[in-house]
Structure formats: structure tokens, C-alpha cells
């Protein structure tokens, strides 16, 4: 089947006449029978009934013009967006992030992005995912670039370090250990523990730090996010270990640096190795490497 075919008929079921269909489409009535004929031949079923004088679709003919219809419209979408993409300054890129990059920082690239770039038609779709799903969205293709945390190597992916975030305890403003300029990561060993979801990296890395220390943890809860971590903090619930990010600085608790260690979360910028790379996604990623 070629796209010709779906072409001539499309056209025949959208007129129901040849000699009209051959007109619109500036070709000759013969060489639209003859498409259509071989096309018959080749899907094994009648897609036109004659009525008289004039045709019709068959029960086989209406079902497939419904979805020819719908590959239309997919592959003229499609041509739309590669245009728009190709041109200078313009197209789309669909983004995926963790939601501690919700607040400040993906805001702020894009800001600047446009700012330093001129590429100011350029429109972005966001995605705020764990970083498992926004890899799985990445590898289908569903997304341009995630942001996201590197549990492994990952031989199609390339991931490229984007955001260095500190890890550092939280506690209420009312807290025994508030209002100190640094403490010892055994100093939180009285006190019920908020932490991450046990599915993500930086649980099992708070864990491992905590275990190297020569303690276990008294956990009251897991949460998803950061703002969720620092929510129950505020309330009292617990203290915390998490990464430090803009959100914290909304909740009324104090963020203090651990002392003796250095306690890190890198998050990777990440992108198809073998996958066809739009001139605006391409510029956006060079755009962060240089950040």
C-alpha cells in the first residue's frame, strides 16, 4: 500500500465520482481506477459498490475510510510539526522533570532561554514525572528532554549533569536543633524521620549515608517531593533529610547543613542518543550544557 493510493481514496470516497476525483486531483480518470483497482487487489476486499450510475462505499470501504481518515490527519500533523520545528526560532519541545525542578529552576531555563537565545517562538509542553517514568516517556519518545536522577547507565540515553543540590536537614523553627549554622548527621538519630519514598534513589542513598554512620533511622512517614517532605516538617511531624531546593524556602522550618560529608543529588539533563533532533531542541539542549 503507498500513500498514493490512501490519496486517490480518499479523494473517491470523499466525491464519490472518478471523473470529479481526477479533476481535483489533476490527474487522469484512468490512472485513478487503475490505483484504486490494484488497491482492492491488495487488501482482498471491494471498498466501492456501483449504485446505477454512481458508486458508493462498501460496509469494508466506509470502515477503512474512517481510519485512513485518521492516518491523514496524523501525517499531515506530523509534516506541520517537523516544518514548524525546522524553521529558525521556532517548533516545540516536550519536557519532563522532577517535581523539585518544578518551582524554580525548569521557570527559570526557559526564561533564559528565550532571553539569550532569541528563540522566542519556540513553545514547551511540560511534564512533571519520578524519573523512572519520564526515562520509560523518553525511550517511547513521548518527550524531547527529561530532567531527571540517573539510577543507572542507560546505553541509548545520553545523560549529561545539570543541577548539583545539597542535602541538608530540616527541622521545625521550633525545633532543639534549629537555628544552627551546621549539625552531625547522628544528631537527628533521636527524632522520627521524614524521608523519601523508598522507590527513589535519594531514599536509598539518605539510608546508606545513615547506615555509614553507624545509626537507624526511627522513620514516621515516606512522601513523594520535597514540598511534601517539608510540609509535615513544618507541622511538627518530624525531621528530615532532603535536597535543597527553592520550594524549602516557602515553609516555615530551618534548612542546616551536615557536617562531615559531602551529601549530593545530581540530576541529568537526558536525551535520545539515536533519535532525530529538531533544530530547536538541539539549540535548547546546548543551552543548558553551557549553563
Not at 174 to 201: G, S
Not at 273 to 286: E, L, Q, R, S, Y
Request: charged share 20%; with cysteine.
Amino acid at each position: 500500500m503507498t500513500f498514493l493510493q490512501i490519496l486517490y481514496f480518499l479523494k473517491v470516497s470523499e466525491t464519490l465520482n472518478y471523473h470529479r476525483a481526477a479533476e481535483e486531483l489533476h490527474v487522469s480518470q484512468p490512472s485513478i481506477s487503475r490505483t484504486l483497482k490494484l488497491l482492492e487487489q491488495e487488501i482482498g476486499v471491494p471498498l466501492f459498490i456501483k449504485k446505477g450510475r454512481t458508486i458508493g462505499l462498501s460496509k469494508e470501504g466506509l470502515f477503512f475510510k474512517q481510519r485512513m481518515e485518521q492516518l491523514s490527519f496524523q501525517f499531515n500533523k506530523a509534516l506541520h510539526e517537523v516544518q514548524t520545528a525546522g524553521a529558525l526560532g521556532a517548533g516545540n519541545i516536550n519536557l519532563g522533570f522532577i517535581a523539585s525542578l518544578a518551582y524554580h529552576y525548569v521557570p527559570e531555563m526557559v526564561r533564559l532561554f528565550y532571553e539569550e537565545t532569541g528563540f522566542t517562538k519556540v513553545s514547551f509542553k511540560f511534564q512533571e514525572l519520578p524519573s523512572r517514568e519520564l526515562l520509560e516517556g523518553l525511550k517511547k519518545h513521548r518527550y524531547d528532554i527529561v530532567f531527571c536522577i540517573r539510577e543507572k547507565m542507560e546505553s541509548d540515553i545520553e545523560f549529561i549533569p545539570a543541577v548539583e543540590q545539597e542535602l541538608v536537614a530540616l527541622v521545625p523553627h521550633n525545633h532543639p536543633l534549629a537555628h544552627r549554622t551546621n549539625i552531625y548527621l547522628n544528631e537527628l538519630k533521636p527524632y522520627p524521620l521524614i524521608t523519601y519514598m523508598p522507590h527513589v534513589k535519594l531514599y536509598k542513598d539518605i539510608m546508606n549515608y545513615i547506615e555509614a554512620d553507624g545509626w537507624s533511622p526511627k522513620i514516621f512517614c515516606n512522601a513523594t517531593t520535597e514540598m511534601n517532605i517539608a510540609g509535615l516538617v513544618e507541622h511538627n511531624f518530624g525531621v528530615a533529610i532532603a535536597a535543597k531546593t527553592k520550594i524549602l524556602d516557602s515553609f516555615k522550618i530551618d534548612q542546616i547543613p551536615i557536617e562531615y560529608g559531602k551529601y549530593n543529588r545530581t540530576i541529568y539533563l537526558a536525551y535520545n542518543k539515536d533519535g532525530v533532533m529538531m533544530p530547536t531542541v538541539k539549540a535548547f539542549i546546548n543551552f543548558i550544557k553551557n549553563q
